[in-house]
């Protein structure tokens, strides 16, 4: 069964520092990988996306994720952390038999909180 | 509107009433999501519609649960006689398909609440 692991609960950083939140997967066939971020009483709003190419993905707000297969993992970094930055924030995995019926059924994982203290 | 709209967003139901959920999706966009997210939980899908048809109802919990897009544009997710467990927040997303690549665009959700 297709599955996101996001380990932590919730990610302590510092204003400046690089943060790190980890998703891991498991899905038959290429894997589509997604991350979104929540921001309390709002909708998810979708940061970047993994199709195929190059394994190191920009997205907005200056976030980037680097997939690796061989450790079927989607790290979301961001090198300088802003207080801004602090929401919940989810990964998510493209359902392969969706995708024979044209449409993108995410599973997502169960959310980091992530904290960054001034 | 630019984004996906939703309403209300919030809605207190008492045990065993009926509930009707809207969704607005981005103009244009032929698929439209609906997930359920619970406290502390990432959203589950429930159904999705490709215009007005409604190719995937596999998440919808039970048979109190029925979703609607009868024009291919607005949706309404109905519940009926709701009971404590479906208390969540229902999000709708709306996309353009693209061979199964495109990205998902999310409404506000809705905030059940159900004594």
């Known amino acids: 069964a297709q599955s996101v692991a996001q380990p932590e609960d919730q990610v302590n950083v510092a204003e400046g520092n690089p943060l790190t939140v980890k998703c891991t997967y498991s899905v038959s066939g290429n894997p589509y990988l997604f991350w979104y971020v929540q921001y309390p009483n709002r909708g998810l709003q979708f940061l970047l996306k993994?199709?195929?190419?190059?394994?190191l993905v920009k997205g907005s707000y200056g976030f980037e994720a680097e997939f690796n297969k061989s450790q079927t993992s989607f790290h979301l970094k961001k090198p300088s952390a802003l207080v801004s930055d602090s929401a919940l924030y989810f990964c998510a995995v493209r359902e392969p038999h969706s995708f024979s019926g044209g449409y993108n059924k995410l599973i997502f994982g169960a959310g980091t909180r992530l904290a960054v203290h001034p | 509107g630019a984004g996906v709209s939703q309403s209300p967003r919030y809605k207190v139901a008492k045990r065993g009433q009926d509930v009707a959920l809207r969704c607005d999706p981005i103009s244009g966009h032929v698929s439209l999501f609906w997930y359920q997210q619970a406290l502390g939980q990432g959203p589950e899908f429930l159904t999705y519609f490709q215009n007005e048809a409604q190719l995937d109802k596999s998440g919808l919990p039970s048979d109190r649960f029925f979703a609607e897009r009868p024009e291919g544009s607005v949706s309404t997710l109905k519940i009926q006689r709701t009971q404590q467990e479906d208390s969540a927040v229902y999000l709708c997303?709306?996309?353009?398909?693209?061979?199964?690549?495109?990205?998902?665009?999310f409404g506000p959700g809705t905030r059940l609440t159900v004594l």
């Open positions: 997303a709306s996309s353009l398909p693209l061979g199964g690549t495109d990205t998902q665009y």
């Open positions: 993994y199709i195929t190419g190059d394994n």
